[in-house]
């Protein structure tokens, strides 16, 4: 849905067709479901989120997510064959797509454009390279054995990075004379997002990139595509 959708869409999207398709796989003998959420689910806090913070979603985005991933939950506890997962993550970014902060600040860099950042640059991001997506969906089919029949994980980069310091990593794995400028306003999404990956890394083994790495690898794989 975009921006401007009604609670209507988001909820035939978010939540109606994810227990469609949930339920239809569990019909046809499929032995693990795995689910992509958001950390929109949680309101905005300066403290580390896991997975026992309590969600308050502030957009009907979030709100969508979260009733999905409770009814994926409810689902999967009653007796189900299917063992359901799902993963809570931040901004996802990698070559095919053309979206987000990630793209955007990029896109700027490499014209050359000058890159405005909101709130003065301080906001903290937790931004999740596709590659470690993948990876961590990998894990999770093969440690199938060992998940009850549902887990929730947390999952993003390792670390948390200022905006500024993003468009900064961005311009210069680049080699780009971009100007990066803080600017005073605040926006909607002026948040931070600071997550504690402990229990993913301790159940399904998995270790992710920090955000600086992951964006060095995707200018690196982005150069490759022009």
Not at 40 to 64: C, K, M, Q
Not at 143 to 158: N, P, Q, W
Request: hydrophobic residues 40%.
């Amino acid at each position: 849905p975009s921006l401007d959708s009604v609670w209507v869409d988001y909820e035939q999207v978010n939540v109606s067709f994810s227990e469609r398709l949930w339920r239809w796989a569990e019909k046809n003998g499929i032995k693990q479901f795995i689910s992509f959420s958001s950390t929109a689910v949680y309101a905005n806090s300066d403290e580390y989120l896991d997975e026992n913070a309590i969600a308050s979603p502030s957009s009907l985005y979030g709100l969508s997510k979260y009733c999905a991933d409770k009814c994926l939950e409810i689902n999967a506890c009653r007796k189900s064959s299917m063992q359901t997962t799902v993963f809570r993550c931040p901004s996802i970014y990698g070559v095919n797509h053309n979206g987000g902060l990630v793209h955007s600040y990029y896109s700027m860099a490499l014209e050359g454009r000058e890159i405005d950042i909101y709130n003065n640059g301080a906001d903290l991001r937790n931004l999740l390279f596709v590659d470690d997506l993948s990876m961590s969906v990998k894990q999770a089919i093969t440690k199938l054995s060992y998940l009850d029949r549902f887990e929730l994980f947390l999952l993003g980069s390792s670390d948390s990075m200022a905006t500024y310091d993003i468009a900064i990593a961005l311009r210069n794995f680049l080699g780009s004379s971009a100007s990066v400028v803080k600017v005073p306003k605040k926006t909607s999404s002026s948040v931070n997002v600071c997550l504690d990956l402990s229990r993913v890394e301790r159940v399904l083994d998995v270790h992710v990139s920090d955000i600086a790495t992951g964006l060095r690898k995707y200018v690196g794989e982005m150069k490759n595509e022009i």
